[in-house]
């Protein structure tokens, strides 16, 4: 039985939001904002193609790793830091406790 | 000027098979599309993924799914405007409407669809202030008629398949080819990543990993670029800059044809996929409505039904009645479609 867990997301305006989310529902962190409304649009549906979910993770500890298609397509996208992901490529798990990230800016 | 049915807006999955729901109602179909090969995304973006979820295929990938969809809608001799994007939609005094594209291709038809999935696809643009000044004076985001630059020095940006192939093709025809990528991972094909290290090792490219294009010099056509590596920064003497930095979606002028937009998506009646304006239907991803999702198999059937009231408005007078295919069969139409009639 996994639990629950809770995150922030800085939007573009620099508005923080808390959500707790569920671990145990499969979801990817660019689902969660879509979800909840956020202006994340999620553009390839989670294929790592579009970075249109690209976020700056701020809580270092929970970088994690970008995977293979994920830096490629980070090679490609506008406004990449040191600390961008692509959220979709983040699953939710009991370990994201604390998780704090910002959205990057919409590409142009 | 192109005659005909039913006006479809992008050349995807739910485009591809409008054509075939449409001819078994003996409807002729012309589609246009932005990027030069039908297909949409399933070509463009993600040509070799499986899908799973299309009914009768435990698994198909979008490359076949394509090729599939192009073989059934193949008997109604659909029409196609390829690498134009429709840009307006003029409506006649007689309800029809005409379709005009950036290159000026005008189609006329009583029906539009918009099957235009995320939108058309244009290509990412660098980040450089200066750039729209030398947007075809040096600089160009898609190699068209390529004979011209054959053995010309140049750079190149990206690290996709696109951006190799052409660094490979131009070095192979005797140009010295500066090929500048944000890392040293490449996105592209393994065989092309490996030629490209054979042509750079026999002197006829240079790759510049973790390099940037950022800053574009010239008088009145680019002159020279100077690029920007983690330890250093360089000026390249060249009048030729392809950004090949892929495609990415835009929903672009149909945004402004009149329609309800709701995040992106066009407002349809899930009666029959008719927008606010009548006789302009929109299926696929392009549309949104309570409980959409954005899938193929769903775009399928609002395609089917969407042809429905189509039928009713090219044919006031007449009543389809449905006939299964297993019943009658395909029956194709044997002639091509109208290309030109007198503009009337």
């Given at each position: 039985m996994?639990?629950?867990i809770n995150?922030?997301?800085?939007d573009?305006?620099?508005?923080?939001?808390?959500?707790?989310v569920?671990t145990?529902?499969?979801?990817?962190?660019?689902?969660?904002?879509k979800?909840f409304?956020?202006?994340?649009?999620?553009t390839?549906g989670?294929?790592?193609?579009?970075?249109s979910?690209?976020?700056?993770?701020?809580?270092?500890?929970?970088?994690?790793?970008r995977?293979?298609?994920?830096?490629a397509?980070l090679?490609?996208?506008?406004?990449?830091?040191?600390?961008s992901?692509l959220?979709?490529?983040i699953?939710?798990?009991?370990?994201l406790?604390?998780?704090?990230?910002?959205?990057?800016?919409?590409?142009p | 000027m192109?005659?005909?049915?039913i006006?479809?807006i992008g050349?995807g999955?739910?485009?591809l098979?409008?054509?075939?729901?449409?001819?078994?109602m003996?409807?002729r179909c012309?589609?246009?599309?932005?990027?030069?090969?039908?297909?949409?995304?399933?070509?463009?973006?993600?040509?070799?993924?499986p899908i799973?979820?299309?009914?009768?295929?435990p698994?198909?990938?979008?490359g076949?799914?394509?090729d599939?969809l192009m073989e059934?809608a193949a008997?109604?001799k659909?029409?196609f405007?390829?690498g134009?994007?429709?840009?307006?939609i003029?409506?006649?005094?007689?309800e029809t409407?005409i379709?005009?594209t950036s290159?000026?291709?005008?189609?006329?038809a009583?029906v539009?669809m918009?099957?235009g999935?995320?939108?058309?696809?244009?290509?990412?643009?660098?980040?450089?202030?200066?750039?729209?000044?030398?947007?075809e004076k040096?600089?160009?985001y898609?190699v068209?008629?390529?004979?011209?630059?054959?053995?010309?020095?140049?750079v190149?940006?990206?690290g996709?398949d696109s951006?190799l192939?052409?660094a490979?093709?131009f070095?192979e025809?005797g140009?010295?080819?500066h090929?500048?990528?944000?890392?040293?991972?490449?996105r592209?094909h393994?065989?092309?990543?490996?030629?490209?290290?054979e042509?750079?090792a026999?002197?006829?490219?240079?790759?510049?990993?973790?390099?940037?294009?950022?800053?574009?010099?010239?008088?009145?056509?680019?002159?020279s670029i100077e690029?920007?590596?983690?330890?250093?920064?360089?000026?390249?003497s060249t009048d030729l800059?392809?950004?090949l930095?892929g495609?990415s979606p835009?929903l672009?002028?149909?945004g402004?044809?009149?329609?309800?937009i709701d995040?992106?998506a066009?407002?349809?009646?899930?009666?029959?996929?008719q927008?606010?304006?009548?006789g302009?239907f929109a299926?696929g991803?392009?549309?949104?409505?309570?409980?959409?999702l954005?899938?193929i198999?769903c775009?399928?059937?609002?395609?089917?039904?969407?042809?429905?009231?189509?039928y009713?408005?090219?044919?006031p007078?007449?009543?389809?009645?449905?006939?299964?295919?297993?019943?009658?069969?395909?029956?194709?139409f044997e002639?091509?479609?109208t290309?030109e009639?007198?503009?009337?």
């Open positions: 996994s639990a629950d995150i922030t997301v800085v573009r305006e620099g508005t923080e939001h808390e959500f707790t569920p145990d529902m499969n979801l990817n962190l660019m689902e969660v904002c979800g409304e956020l202006p994340v649009e999620g390839c989670g294929m790592a193609m579009c970075a979910c690209q976020v700056y993770v701020i809580s270092d500890e929970h970088f994690g790793e995977n293979d298609d994920e830096e397509m090679d490609e996208a506008y406004f990449v830091q040191e600390n992901r959220g979709c490529q699953p939710i798990t009991p370990e406790e604390g998780l704090k990230v910002a959205l990057a800016p919409q590409a | 192109i005659k005909t049915d006006i479809i050349a999955p739910v485009g098979f409008t054509v075939f729901e449409a001819g078994l003996k409807l012309h589609l246009i599309d932005a990027i030069p090969q039908p297909g949409g995304q399933l070509a463009e973006i993600y040509p070799k993924k799973y979820d299309i009914p009768g295929y698994t198909v990938l979008a076949e799914l394509v599939n059934q008997p109604f659909p029409g405007t390829l134009e994007r429709a840009d307006s003029e409506k006649q005094e007689d409407f379709v005009t290159k000026g291709t005008q189609h006329h009583p539009v918009i099957a999935g995320l939108g058309s696809f244009e290509p990412r643009k660098p980040l450089i202030d200066n750039i729209i000044d030398f947007e040096g600089v160009y898609i068209k008629d390529p004979d011209q630059f054959e053995g010309k020095d140049m190149i940006s990206g996709g951006a192939d052409w490979i093709y070095a025809k140009s010295f080819v090929l500048v990528h944000r890392s040293d991972r490449f592209a393994k065989d092309s990543v490996s030629r490209a290290y042509l750079a026999a002197g006829k490219m240079e790759i510049h990993a973790f390099a940037e294009v950022k800053e574009l010099n010239g008088e009145n056509s680019l002159s690029i920007h590596t983690k330890e250093e920064k360089k000026i390249i800059w392809f950004p930095f495609l835009k672009g002028p149909i402004e044809w009149g329609l309800e995040k992106n066009i407002v349809v009646d899930t009666f029959d996929y927008t606010n304006r009548p302009v299926i991803d392009v549309n949104t409505y309570p409980g959409k954005k899938l198999l775009g399928f059937h609002e395609a089917t039904l969407a042809v429905q009231t189509a009713k408005i090219i044919n007078d007449k009543k389809f009645t449905l006939k299964y295919t297993t019943v009658q069969g395909v029956q194709g002639d091509e479609q290309k009639t007198v503009n009337s």
